[in-house]
């Protein structure tokens, strides 16, 4: 039996009740680093932490397998699965005097485990990022389909799309019209859908006078929210560039469950203004 235990690659390691070290083999030495000169007689702890030391002090008799961190001679971490005997010999007392510990080193398979984990998360990042395209690109081919069928109306089709990816409860859609520095320039409203404040309903607004100039000027939504791009009950401005040239704002007005999909919804106005300018 001496002979096994020597040549075990596993730690095997019997302590008394006090978790004082008794015994040390060579398989005890490759995983910790310690020499059996250098551990036996001196306490667990040598080679675990506090927090895992307090497992074995609560499953030191037990016929279980648990994990823990072992710290090596060298002061790193060691990943190891730690097996319980029921302890050998009795005092006068009756209680046990001594117990074996069996220790295997896992760090490779830790490792492999973690490994494995993060490319399976990858995975699940990447299937998701292309379940959204594929979403996205659906969204697309169903309003290029809606519009193309006879009798639909463009601007009615772009409003109840829009609306559909900001999860928003009412949009209007308005139109670029430069009339000269007389008159300045104004915003036509093309289409209205869903549920809109009746202030808004205006055939014409001043350019000047609304967030689509902050929505042109900084070519991104904007919102009568300071703390968010797309908040809780929401007013959204979001433009319509082809190219260079600002053609017009899809505005959106959200309800209480907010507006969502903003860097969708970027992308969608962008895919549909050369449609859009061809309408003007």
Not at 190 to 214: R, T
Request: with cysteine; charged share 25%; net charge neutral.
């Amino acid at each position: 039996l001496q002979a096994s235990l020597a040549k075990s690659h596993d730690a095997v390691i019997t302590m008394d009740k006090d978790l004082r070290i008794l015994s040390w083999n060579q398989g005890a030495k490759d995983i910790f680093g310690y020499t059996s000169q250098e551990a036996v007689g001196r306490l667990l702890d040598l080679v675990f932490g506090p927090e895992d030391l307090q497992v074995i002090v609560k499953n030191p008799l037990r016929l279980n397998t648990v994990e823990v961190k072992g710290v090596h001679k060298k002061r790193h971490e060691i990943d190891v699965a730690l097996s319980f005997s029921e302890g050998v010999g009795a005092s006068s007392t009756g209680g046990v005097d001594f117990s074996i510990l069996i220790a295997r080193n896992i760090s490779s398979q830790k490792r492999f485990e973690k490994e494995l984990s993060n490319e399976n998360e990858k995975m699940e990042s990447e299937r998701r990022e292309i379940s959204e395209v594929r979403r996205q690109m659906d969204v697309m081919m169903d309003f290029l389909g809606g519009v193309s069928s006879a009798g639909a109306d463009f601007f009615e089709s772009l409003c109840n799309t829009t609306m559909s990816i900001a999860a928003a409860n009412g949009c209007i859609v308005r139109l670029f019209r430069d009339h000269g520095k007389r008159n300045g320039a104004s915003l036509e409203m093309v289409s209205c859908v869903g549920v809109v404040p009746e202030s808004e309903k205006k055939d014409f607004i001043s350019f000047d006078q609304s967030l689509a100039k902050k929505a042109f000027e900084q070519r991104s939504m904007v919102s009568l929210s300071e703390n968010s791009l797309i908040p809780r009950d929401a007013f959204v401005v979001a433009p319509i560039f082809c190219g260079e040239d600002f053609l017009g704002s899809v505005f959106l007005y959200g309800g209480r469950g907010g507006l969502s999909n903003g860097a969708f919804l970027g992308k969608f106005l962008a895919f549909v203004a050369v449609m859009v300018k061809g309408r003007m």
